[in-house]
C-alpha cells in the first residue's frame, strides 16, 4: 500500500504530505475552489473532504489547506486515504 507523510507548515490550516511511491502528477496544479478542480481527479476527490479549502499539487508533494473551524484529525485520514488510493492506481 502507497503511504504519504503529512509535515507541519507554517500555516497551522496546511499540511505538507509527501511520498516516496512515485510522483503525485507530472506538473503543478493550485485550487482554491472545488468547482476549479472539477477535471482534475485527485484534486476533486480531495475537496470531497468536508472542511478542505484549498490545494496545491506538485510531483513531489501535495498541501492541503483546511478552513480552520475544522480540526485535522477529521481531515487527515481522509486526505492519506484519498492520495494512497491515487498513489496506488498510478
Known amino acids: 500500500m502507497a503511504t504519504t507523510q ?4 507554517p500555516n ?6 509527501t511520498t516516496d ?13 472545488e468547482e476549479e478542480a472539477q477535471s ?3 484534486a476533486h476527490r480531495l475537496f470531497s473532504v468536508s472542511g478542505v479549502d484549498d490545494i496545491f499539487i506538485t510531483p513531489q508533494f501535495v498541501t492541503v489547506s483546511k478552513v480552520p473551524a475544522v480540526d485535522w ?3 487527515k485520514p481522509d486526505v492519506e486515504s484519498i492520495l494512497a488510493d491515487h498513489l496506488e492506481s498510478g
Open 12 to 17: 497551522p490550516n496546511s499540511l505538507k504530505f
Open 21 to 33: 511511491n512515485g510522483p503525485f502528477r507530472d506538473d503543478v496544479a493550485a485550487y482554491s475552489s
Open 73 to 75: 484529525s477529521t481531515v
Open 6 to 9: 503529512a509535515e507541519t507548515t
Open 40 to 42: 482534475d481527479s485527485l
